[in-house]
């Protein structure tokens, strides 16, 4: 038997101790709990590549691989891409 998990509808990419992140987190796990998403928290800080791309946006919110949000994440903008 395999068990495999679930790709991630939402990629969170932030780093440690940013307040922005802290509250994309947030919105992030509420709305994944409703819709029952999966998520994932990449950090900046350990890959040199997201470092240079994202540095200066973060926290930045993929949906399906796409950007779809940065700085600030709302909560019915993110519910309402996930519906599609």
Known sequence: MTTSTPAARVTL???PGCHLCD???SVIEAVC???GDVWEEWSIEDD???YD???E???VVLV???PHDFWRVDASRLRA???L
């Open 13 to 15: 990419i932030g780093k």
């Open 23 to 25: 509250d994309a987190r």
């Open 33 to 35: 709990a409703e819709t």
């Open 48 to 50: 040199p590549a997201l």
């Open 53 to 55: 791309e994202h540095w």
């Open 57 to 59: 946006r973060i926290p």
């Open 64 to 66: 399906d691989g796409r």
């Open 81 to 83: 891409a996930l519906a």
